[in-house]
T-cell receptor, first 119, second 111 residues
Framework: DGGITQSPKYLFRKEGQNVTLSCEQN?????MYWYRQDPGQGLRLIYY???????QKGDIAEGYSVSREKKESFPLTVTSAQKNPTAFYLC??????????????????FGPGTRLTVL | QKEVEQNSGPLSVPEGAIASLNCTYS??????FFWYRQYSGKSPELIMS????GDKEDGRFTAQLNKASQYVSLLIRDSQPSDSATYLC???????????FGAGTRLAVHP
């Protein structure tokens, strides 16, 4: 069964605590992405990785960190520096990253998401 | 000007009618266009992708792309209550090297 998995489904963070969100894919996709969604708003890109051992900041990277040690995995750490982390976090993957090819390799598929709440 | 604009809605249509969702964009270099459906509390699900001008049909869904006028639309024929969701327009911007999302249009199909 191919797809993208995220864990946990719900996560609660205390003030000053770092937490890590898991994202795994078995689609053999090169590129992986992390988005944040706030109520009533669109998706905002946090970080993305086009290839193993390489990643780039998105539009709202401050207070977040990532790693890409394996093709299948792209964990996101929400650090204590992120002052307003309560949101729905979505991981996605695509066959290729980089400039738009005008083809199906641009298509991003999403995991089920992790809902993070600050206590 | 926002990069991808959608009417937030809600767009309310009766069951069986055609729902028309529209999206305009600013980057003329965009090559790939997508429509995602998102149910409340769930992740986005790909509905349609379109890469060239014209219409693309898949079942009850038709995507329409007009690059000269910089808009992309999604038509849903024979709308069902199960189609009630938020529909996100997204495009791959060559200038920004990433997928850019609109804020979404909420569709409500009433019996």
């Amino acid at each position: 069964d191919g797809g993208i998995t995220q864990s946990p489904k719900y996560l609660f963070r205390k003030e000053g605590q770092n937490v890590t969100l898991s994202c795994e894919q078995n689609l053999n996709h090169d590129a992986m992405y992390w988005y944040r969604q706030d109520p009533g708003q669109g998706l905002r890109l946090i970080y993305y990785s086009q290839i193993v051992n390489d990643f780039q900041k998105g539009d709202i990277a401050e207070g977040y960190s990532v790693s890409r040690e394996k093709k299948e995995s792209f964990p996101l750490t929400v650090t204590s520096a992120q002052k307003n982390p309560t949101a729905f976090y979505l991981c996605a993957s695509s066959i290729r990253g980089g400039p738009g090819q005008g083809s199906s390799t641009d298509t991003q598929y999403f995991g089920p998401g992790t809902r993070l709440t600050v206590l | 000007q926002k990069e991808v604009e959608q009417n937030s809605g809600p767009l309310s249509v009766p069951e069986g009618a055609i729902a028309s969702l529209n999206c305009t964009y600013s980057d003329r270099g965009s090559q790939s266009f997508f429509w995602y459906r998102q149910y409340s509390g769930k992740s986005p699900e790909l509905i349609m992708s379109i890469y060239s001008n014209g219409d693309k049909e898949d079942g009850r869904f038709t995507a329409q792309l007009n690059k000269a006028s910089q808009y992309v639309s999604l038509l849903i024929r024979d709308s069902q209550p199960s189609d009630s969701a938020t529909y996100l327009c997204a495009l791959y911007s060559g200038g920004y090297n990433k997928l850019i999302f609109g804020a979404g249009t909420r569709l409500a199909v009433h019996p």
